[in-house]
């Protein structure tokens, strides 16, 4: 009855039928029938341009064979791959892959939508499952989901001759730490008030998502993704009779700022989530909540405390 009823939706629109019909992939004609509730809107819908998508896939022999199953799939459906300006994106392979395609597709936060697929361990943002591509497909084609955003970390970095600055995007988080591995010093401004003068190994900035990576390893506090902040968190401080920091992390608002001013170098390491950058000639180093956010694909509920259960306690 069911085959019966979808073949039904098939014939009102004649040239669904036919893009149906001439579906050479039986895997994914079998998984219209089972996933799609009106394949006809599905296949052909009338007066809309095609979702433009794009994938980026790990790298591994794994990810580029689920990458290329996917976009196989996908251009059947008579979705377009749109390497320039996708309106999703598809990361093929874990965390590490979906922060690789944020950092290639940061200048479209307004335009583009980021899914995640993990070929590997179960990450917070990929959270789909090689054998579930097919109705992953069929609901992206069929506009079945919600699109949601997190929050970013801006950090400015101010240089002292030329009097110029850079700014970055963060998903996860910002490090900070001197060039030679000496002890980074630093006096610590919040909302243009000195805090404190931080000496230790380094310094933890992350977004509300990133706390549950560094962030956490360091002993930081674990933020809903909703709350729009930013955390430092020291790494390795220095505590003494002599020497003092608050020794807790920081936990900031998107209204509030935190900027950090060299007392004993100007070269220092800067991480931006995995890029690895080296900055000479810093006046100060600026972080707060980005204006941007990043825009996630969610198809289905996938509860962020939900995540942090099945990754930290039971995968279950």
Not at 71 to 97: A, H, L
Not at 167 to 185: H, S
Request: aromatic share 10%; glycine share 6%.
């Amino acid at each position: 009855m069911r085959r019966k009823r979808h073949t039904c939706w098939i014939r009102r629109c004649p040239k669904s039928a036919k893009r149906f019909r001439t579906l050479k992939n039986t895997t994914l004609k079998n998984a219209i029938y089972r996933h799609a509730r009106r394949p006809v809107f599905i296949l052909m819908k009338e007066g809309r341009m095609q979702m433009k998508f794009f994938i980026v896939s790990k790298g591994d022999t794994k990810s580029n064979a689920l990458k290329d199953k996917m976009m196989n799939y996908m251009i059947d459906m008579g979705m377009t791959p749109d390497e320039k300006k996708p309106e999703i994106v598809i990361s093929v392979g874990g965390d590490g892959t979906l922060l690789q395609a944020f950092h290639r597709y940061q200048h479209l936060m307004d335009h583009t939508a980021f899914v995640g697929v993990h070929t590997g361990h179960l990450g917070f943002y990929a959270d789909w499952l090689p054998h579930e591509v097919e109705r992953l497909i069929i609901s992206i084609q069929n506009d079945e989901f919600q699109v949601i955003e997190y929050p970013l970390l801006e950090t400015i970095v101010r240089y002292g001759t030329a009097g110029t600055e850079t700014r970055y995007l963060a998903l996860n988080e910002a490090t900070l730490r001197t060039n030679n591995g000496t002890t980074l010093v630093m006096d610590v401004d919040i909302r243009n008030q000195h805090f404190e003068r931080f000496r230790g190994d380094g310094l933890c900035i992350s977004t509300p998502s990133g706390s549950t990576a560094y962030n956490k390893a360091l002993g930081g506090a674990l933020i809903h993704p909703s709350l729009e902040a930013i955390q430092m968190t020291e790494i390795a401080s220095i505590n003494n009779r002599v020497f003092r920091t608050v020794g807790s992390p920081l936990v900031l608002p998107k209204h509030h700022t935190c900027q950090v001013n060299p007392v004993n170098s100007e070269v220092y390491n800067l991480t931006i989530d995995h890029i690895n950058l080296v900055h000479k000639g810093v006046k100060s180093i600026q972080f707060r909540v980005a204006d941007e956010k990043i825009r996630f694909a969610r198809f289905r509920p996938f509860p962020f405390w939900r995540r942090v259960h099945d990754s930290f306690i039971s995968a279950e």
